[in-house]
């Protein structure tokens, strides 16, 4: 039976303490406990620390991603875009008044209070695709003048300016971090 939960973005030992203080027996995370395969719990692990304490974890990481509400729409919100899910539902897609890399780049530190890498493309931006944490794997599945996500790799941004997609990385905590007020709200 679950009598009190904290929502966090990461499952930490300072995360687990929290917990513990407040007397919560379930935290609910944005990223799994577990995102690599791991052979055994360890004494100290996040895993172990969960059991021994007989906390419970709910990690939502994907299917949060895709919600309706989810990260992407939570970022698309602070931003002020209106997005519509695309053909993959990780991804957002909207519309925004026609801008440069510049000002767009500005205008989205200023929302997120974050420092913006990003690559020019060389064109105006109209069309915005959207997907928070990771998202420059999904290259090819961008019909868009512009891409925010919060990593990318010097060579994602090379690959993305080669395909005519001005770059926005405005990092992971960033763009992820904000869906945790988002759940605090729902729940």
């Known amino acids: 039976e ?3 939960a904290v929502v966090t973005l990461d499952i930490t030992h300072e995360v687990i ?7 919560a027996n379930l935290i609910i995370s944005h ?3 577990i995102f690599r395969p791991i052979k055994n719990v360890v004494s100290g692990s996040i895993p172990f620390e969960l059991v021994s304490k007989s906390v419970s974890a709910v990690c939502c990481h994907t299917p949060l991603d895709i919600a309706t509400g989810g990260t992407n729409d939570t970022l698309a919100e602070i931003l002020g875009i209106q997005t519509e899910v695309a053909e993959n539902p990780i991804l957002r897609i909207g519309k925004i008044s026609v801008t440069t890399a510049d000002e767009f780049a500005r205008y989205i530190s200023e929302k997120l209070g974050a420092h913006i890498r990003y690559s020019d ?3 105006p931006i109209e069309t915005v695709a959207i997907c928070t944490g990771s998202g420059c794997s999904l290259l090819d599945e961008i019909d868009a003048d512009a891409f925010i996500t919060g990593d990318a790799s010097h060579h994602d941004f090379l690959d993305f300016s ?3 997609i001005s770059l926005f990385a405005a990092g992971h905590f960033e763009t992820e ?7 605090v709200k729902k729940l």
């Open 177 to 183: 971090n904000p869906v945790v007020d988002t759940l």
């Open 162 to 164: 080669e395909r005519g």
């Open 121 to 123: 493309a060389g064109k």
């Open 31 to 33: 990223h799994p406990v």
């Open 2 to 4: 679950v009598t009190a």
């Open 17 to 23: 303490k929290t917990a513990e203080k407040l007397g």
